[in-house]
């Protein structure tokens, strides 16, 4: 039997899960949270399919192994790659990125033309085509936007080079007259001053990373796993590679909210 006590595990390859890590802990305040970045072996979104299900997999074990009552797999790219490995495998709920923006799409768009911005590896997945196959009256345009993740982790979220690269990117979206646009990738949400720039005040942006966070307080709160009092919540912060790197880039990108991260594997 899982207990309410335990600390809920949020998995991503690297960084931008922790977009993710913040909306939960926002929404879900009173709740333990371990977060495991795979930074040794980021970006996941330029890697193949089987090559991503590996170590996914691999860290999902080890957040397993640490008590965990829940799984977030806080990627687009994991998602894409892991997610139904990992519900056969685990016995803990599990909540991923892919389908609560999808849902969350469905009922912000007006015209039913929606795009996803993404890494590569979750554009081949196909993932939020299948997630929408079965939608009516909603067509979807997905473009695959690399270079996001580099500026993000550079701390980079402005400036004329990624203004011009998101022009570049979101020009094919703009052409298709998108009315809502999916951030297909937990780093886009850290980027949301340039797209709104970019796109417009017409078009809705859908973060991942808050939809994800109201599915895990649902996910939990039906599993009777929620804390519902006020109390002290900790924070573990583990990472595959350099602990001062993911330290000193997570402080960059979101403040005070990263202190103390460990190394595992």
């Not at 899960?17 to 926002?26: E, H, N, Y």
């Not at 790219?77 to 709920?93: G, M, T």
């Not at 009315?179 to 078009?203: A, F, N, W």
Request: hydrophobic share 40%; net charge negative.
């Amino acid at each position: 039997m899982t207990s309410t006590e335990a600390p809920i595990g949020i998995f991503d390859s690297g960084f931008g899960g922790l977009t993710v890590a913040r909306a939960i802990l926002d929404q879900l305040p009173n709740e333990d949270i371990i977060y495991l970045g795979d930074t040794a072996r980021a970006p996941y979104g330029t890697k193949s399919i089987p090559e991503v299900r590996e170590y996914a997999l691999e860290c999902l074990d080890y957040l397993v192994d640490q008590g965990v009552k829940a799984l977030v797999i806080a990627c687009n790219s994991a998602s894409s790659a892991v997610l139904r490995d990992a519900r056969e495998r685990y016995s803990v709920p599990i909540t991923e990125v892919i389908l609560p923006a999808a849902r969350r799409a469905v009922r912000a768009t007006r015209s039913g033309r929606v795009g996803v911005i993404c890494t590569t590896a979750t554009a081949t997945s196909l993932s939020y085509e299948d997630a929408f196959a079965a939608v009516p009256n909603v067509q979807l345009f997905t473009t695959p936007c690399p270079l996001f993740v580099d500026f993000v982790e550079a701390g980079i979220t402005g400036g004329p080079e990624l203004q011009a690269i998101a022009h570049d990117y979101l020009e094919p979206l703009q052409l298709a007259d998108v009315d809502t646009m999916i951030l297909g990738c937990t780093h886009y949400p850290l980027l949301t001053g340039v797209l709104s720039y970019v796109l417009g005040d017409s078009v809705t942006l859908v973060s991942s990373a808050e939809e994800c966070a109201k599915e895990t307080f649902a996910v939990l709160n039906d599993a009777g796993l929620l804390h519902h009092t006020p109390r002290q919540a900790s924070r573990r912060f583990l990472t595959t590679g350099s602990p001062e790197k993911f330290e000193g880039i997570g402080r960059r990108l979101m403040g005070g909210f990263v202190a103390d991260v460990e190394q595992v594997f």
